[in-house]
């Protein structure tokens, strides 16, 4: 009765992951503790949709790129039907790209995957107290931008992308060919391009090269960051 009691009282964890491995990892984590485990996982947004609605776990943690859909774009959902889920996001994306957008999709956290052995536990735990948890340096840019008031803000072209657009220049700034997007992505070539395109024509670059090289740019300025 009392093995009983305490495995009722402990938090459980969804994860959403496109990655097989990641999702084991997350699991070996975080079931070692003897107040978390993980109750269900999918590695796309419909089925994790339709598994969080019937499992109804205490908190969501949810990759940016998943099948056939994205993050945001579950994340958006869930908070929309469960305003009071916690969802953390993380990426392999770097958070000075992505933090901002996190919290402005309603979730409460944004991890990159590289530290996510070291700090999955602690953002769960943050999160499941109401608290938002991102690194030192995010903290310290979102509070000079709301120190610095809403009429001093100045926008960066990307925050003129689209969350999709974004992943998929972030994607080029790392290399990645057509193909490769579309294959890590689920979707198709056409698609892709179509996204390089807009992406492009949003940034005002001339051509497919000056694309390429402005998001290696960019992708290197804020790793070093």
Not at 66 to 91: H, Q, Y
Request: proline share 3%; net charge positive.
């Amino acid at each position: 009765m009392k093995r009983e009691r305490l495995q009722n009282s402990k938090k459980r964890i969804f994860i959403a992951d496109n990655h097989p491995i990641v999702r084991e990892g997350l699991k070996m984590i975080i079931n070692h503790e003897k107040d978390l485990e993980v109750c269900g996982e999918a590695d796309e947004g419909w089925e994790a949709n339709k598994s969080i609605s019937e499992l109804k776990p205490d908190v969501v943690v949810v990759d940016i790129i998943l099948k056939n859909s994205d993050g945001f774009e579950l994340t958006k959902n869930l908070k929309a039907r469960c305003p009071k889920l916690p969802v953390i996001i993380f990426s392999t994306h770097d958070e000075f790209s992505y933090a901002e957008r996190t919290l402005r999709a309603g979730a409460l956290a944004y991890l990159m995957k590289e530290v996510a052995t070291e700090n999955i536990i602690n953002a769960i735990r943050s999160v499941l107290s109401g608290e938002i948890y991102v690194s030192d340096a995010i903290a310290k840019k979102l509070l000079r931008k709301v120190t610095a008031g809403k009429s001093d803000t100045i926008l960066t072209p990307m925050d003129y992308l689209s969350d999709r657009e974004l992943e998929i220049f972030l994607l080029i700034g790392k290399g990645y060919k057509p193909s490769k997007i579309a294959h890590s992505m689920h979707l198709s070539i056409k698609t892709v391009e179509t996204y390089r395109s807009r992406v492009k024509e949003k940034l005002i670059l001339t051509d497919a090269d000056e694309l390429i090289r402005y998001a290696i740019q960019y992708v290197n300025n804020t790793s070093s960051v």
